[in-house]
């Protein structure tokens, strides 16, 4: 599986972006995506993460209530709508695929290149 993200960029604290994660493959419906994020100086961290129905999701009790992950297995893609942004939410963000449900980086099977999102204070 070769995952591509998208959808970073600035945006002031409050505001929304919508991430985007394209996968290849004819069984990108088999596997739970998921989003991790790293920021400056920090070790990478656990975002979301939805099961191959998308019927479950997972998400950080720092994103909850902020963040919705949602897939669309037609079209092989996964995003991460995020609102209400915070400064402290500026990071990369990495897409990651897995077999199973992990929320650790060690437990993705793959892993798609980052994207920056900046929000500014």
């Known amino acids: 599986v070769q995952l591509q993200a998208s959808g970073g960029g600035l945006v002031q604290a409050g505001g929304s972006l919508r991430l985007s994660c394209a996968a290849s493959?004819?069984?990108?419906?088999?596997?739970?995506m998921g989003w991790f994020r790293q920021a400056p100086g920090k070790e990478r961290e656990f975002v979301a993460a939805i099961n191959w129905s998308g019927g479950t999701t997972y998400y950080a009790d720092s994103v909850k209530g902020r963040f919705t992950i949602s897939r669309d297995n037609t079209k092989n893609t996964v995003y991460l709508q995020m609102n209400s942004l915070k400064p402290e939410d500026t990071a990369v963000y990495y897409c990651a695929a897995a077999l199973r449900y992990s929320d650790s980086s060690d437990g993705m099977d793959y892993w798609g290149k980052g994207t920056l999102v900046t929000v500014s204070s």
């Open positions: 493959g004819r069984t990108f419906s088999t596997y739970y």
